[in-house]
């Protein structure tokens, strides 16, 4: 008998930021492999890895995602030194990589992890160039986050 996965399975999200969302004007979606370790799969497998603090950093035309952690698993990692917060080679195209890096550079753009998901075997990461909001946007996408569910909450109870 044979047994094939459905093709719906293939993106299982890993990890999200949603503070990011929050914090930025999210402007262009790319996506983005990762080089890691083993013991990093394994941990990353278990989920425990976090991505609320971290941002991708361009050093001599190479991207690079800091500050996130990823947490060795104590039976994975027995023989391996494990640093949890080291940097991680991100991997995109050339064509992807000057995009970004022209729109850090000249426009002031930052680039910020927002997912982290399964692509089949492989581990991808979603990032946004994105613009840092101001303390008055904040409030006013609460204020319409609000208004918007409480519009759905007054037309559901007039149908």
């Given amino acids: 008998m044979n047994t094939k996965k459905s093709k719906s399975n293939t993106h299982s999200t890993i990890a999200l930021n949603k503070k990011a969302r929050h914090e930025y004007h999210l402007q262009d979606k790319f996506e983005a492999g990762m080089a890691l370790q083993g013991w990093e799969i394994k941990s990353i497998r278990a989920g425990k890895i976090h991505l609320t603090e971290s941002f991708v950093s361009i050093e001599k035309a190479e991207a690079y995602l800091l500050g ?66 101001h303390e008055h946007d904040k409030r006013d996408a609460i204020k319409d986050r609000d208004w918007a569910r409480d519009k759905e909450r007054m037309m559901k109870h007039k149908v």
């Fill in 68 to 133: 996130s952690t990823i947490q060795p698993l104590n039976q994975a990692s027995t023989h391996v030194v494990c640093d949890p917060t080291r940097k991680r080679k991100l991997l995109l195209k050339k064509r992807e990589l000057d995009k970004l890096i022209g729109s850090v550079e000249r426009q002031g753009f930052s680039i910020i992890p927002t997912a982290m998901y399964w692509s089949k075997n492989w581990v991808k990461l979603e990032i946004y160039l994105a613009k840092g909001k």
